[in-house]
């Protein structure tokens, strides 16, 4: 079993749809959460960054970890064809010496125009 | 462009060649890394570096691989007889000075035939 387990996808939605991509994870260690956006032959690109359980906003993101529950989801509100990507959650746990990021295999998003 | 550059963005090679990879990272970033992608997969560590100190590895990186970063700013990677398994993404990361987030490069696409 992977440390973090993702769908694959992939998702398609209508323009202006609400998207909610979601990841769990086995290690409790983790403490550290991100969210990457990758689109086709580019490096992942970081969206969110969060450290506790809860939700962080920034535009139309909005990232939610449960750490009782080892999930963390994205939400994407009014999503744009702009926003057709792979989006990778990945984490870590940010110890001294101990710095490498675990991925999820990525959720391939569609959005329709 | 004050983004991570890597070069060159694509390197097609014999098996039983070696081939070198080189990355720039943003020039205040003193942690770099390197990670590799599979199609369909996110990125896996290989290893970083804290200016010309290699503070992790990890097991995927085998004897043929070798990752410097002589000065403490650019960094190579080198495979030495390269196999078709090795064909893959390499990405180039450089850390902001916090600790918090991980800048990528376009990476390398490497294919062995």
């Known amino acids: 079993q992977k440390e973090v387990e993702q769908d694959p996808g992939p998702l398609s939605v209508p323009e202006g749809a609400i998207v909610s991509l979601n990841c769990t994870y086995s290690?409790?260690?983790?403490?550290?959460f991100m969210w990457y956006r990758q689109y086709s032959r580019k490096g992942p690109e970081l969206l969110m960054y969060?450290?506790?359980?809860g939700n962080k906003e920034d535009g139309r993101f909005t990232a939610q970890v449960d750490k009782s529950s080892k999930y963390i989801s994205l939400f994407i509100r009014d999503s744009q064809p702009s926003d057709s990507a792979t989006y990778l959650c990945?984490?870590?746990?940010?110890?001294?010496?101990?710095?490498?990021?675990?991925f999820g295999s990525g959720t391939r998003l569609q959005v329709q125009p | 462009d004050t983004g991570v550059s890597q070069d060159p963005r694509h390197k097609i090679t014999k098996r039983g060649q070696n081939v070198t990879f080189r990355c720039d990272p943003i020039?205040?970033?003193?942690?770099l890394y390197w990670y590799r992608q599979t199609l369909g997969q996110g990125p896996e560590f290989l290893t970083y570096?804290?200016?010309?100190?290699?503070?992790?590895k990890s097991r995927l990186l085998s004897d043929r691989f070798s990752a410097e970063r002589p000065k403490g700013s650019f960094s190579t990677l080198e495979i030495q007889r390269t196999e078709q398994g090795d064909s893959a993404m390499y990405l180039c990361a450089s850390e902001t000075p916090t600790g918090e987030k991980l800048f990528f490069g376009s990476g390398t696409q490497l294919s062995v035939l």
């Open positions: 020039s205040e970033h003193n942690r």
């Open positions: 969060t450290y506790s359980s």
């Open positions: 290690n409790s260690a983790f403490q550290y």
């Open positions: 990945a984490m870590t746990f940010m110890d001294t010496g101990r710095r490498a990021l675990t």
């Open positions: 570096f804290q200016n010309e100190a290699q503070l992790e």
